[in-house]
């Protein structure tokens, strides 16, 4: 089993910068692939970032390609978004995900594991 909890989401206008975290307790997450997702009002859940630790292969969205940056920090069973350039647009509550199998997936159905959510907020 494992518990993920999400933090630093807040208001930021655009072109600012945010990191999110997500700590993970419960299991080691050295060999589970972890994803970020996020779901703006009235709209589906969508993947942003993933990344596979053991390989250190990271995946993105091509809407956050060379603005947002996923990396782990194995020590302290912590994933980050680190979210650069922000857009009006970026605006949604962001969700950590972690699936059992190392394989990478943009489906919100094949990860096993969800933290409550943290909101972030763009102006413009």
């Known amino acids: 089993q494992v518990q993920l909890a999400e933090s630093g989401g807040g208001l930021v206008q655009a072109g600012g910068s945010l990191r999110l975290s997500c700590a993970a307790s419960?299991?080691?997450?050295?060999?589970?692939?972890m994803g970020w997702f996020r779901q703006a009002p009235g709209k589906e859940r969508v993947f942003v970032a993933g990344i596979v630790r053991s390989f250190g292969t990271r995946y993105y969205a091509d809407s956050v390609k060379g603005r947002f940056t996923i990396f782990t920090d194995n020590a302290k069973n912590t994933v980050y978004l680190q979210m650069d350039s922000l857009k009006p647009e970026d605006t949604a509550v962001y969700f950590c995900?972690?699936?059992?199998?190392?394989?990478?997936?943009?489906?919100?159905?094949?990860?096993?594991?969800w933290g409550p959510g943290t909101q972030v907020t763009v102006s413009s």
């Open positions: 419960g299991r080691s997450f050295s060999d589970t692939y």
């Open positions: 995900a972690a699936r059992r199998f190392l394989g990478h997936s943009t489906r919100d159905r094949d990860y096993d594991y």
